[in-house]
């Protein structure tokens, strides 16, 4: 893939909004909408099916959160709809920096990204992006769970 495809898919701070659960363009989205296309009415069989197997007792649970998936509709974190509940700097700091990704900038690594939890993320992701490229990170990123 190319780089400005790349730029379209993995957010500023390393994230990939493509394989995020939130995201309108998204995989999971798109599986999402496409298992529950094909579990059509199925509820007539889980209630069957939970006579065998008590996990299909909650299968309307299963559904509502499927359902949830697929109606994904954030726009990505480069975007002004962006709808991520995360409070990241780099949503915002990125296009006052002109940079695609936060290691790009001068300032690299600064103390904007002061949560605890997405610091760490943020640091292993850029350093990951810097040391390798950006091209062979995406590829990198591709072959692991996002979450």
């Known amino acids: 893939m190319e780089y400005q495809q790349i730029v379209k898919e993995i957010a500023p701070c390393g994230l ?5 659960a939130g995201y309108s363009q998204g995989e999971i989205k798109e599986h999402s909408t496409k298992l529950l ?3 059509g009415n ?17 299968y309307q649970s299963f559904k ?16 002004d709809a962006s709808a991520c509940p995360v409070d990241c700097i780099a ?4 296009k006052e920096k002109e940079v695609d990704f936060c290691f790009q ?11 605890p939890m997405l610091r760490e993320r943020w640091l292993q992701k850029n350093n ?5 490229g950006v091209v062979e990170f995406y590829n990198e990123q ?6």
């Open 16 to 20: 990939d909004c493509r394989r995020c």
């Open 37 to 39: 296309n094909l579990l």
């Open 42 to 58: 199925y509820e007539r069989l889980a209630k069957i099916m939970s006579d065998h197997n008590p996990a299909f007792s909650d």
């Open 64 to 79: 509502e959160i499927l359902t949830s998936f697929s109606q994904a509709s954030c726009a990505g974190c480069r975007n």
């Open 91 to 94: 949503k915002t700091c990125h």
């Open 105 to 115: 900038c001068k300032e690299y690594p600064c103390s904007g990204q002061n949560n």
């Open 128 to 132: 990951r992006m810097k040391e390798i």
């Open 142 to 147: 591709k072959r692991i769970p996002r979450y």
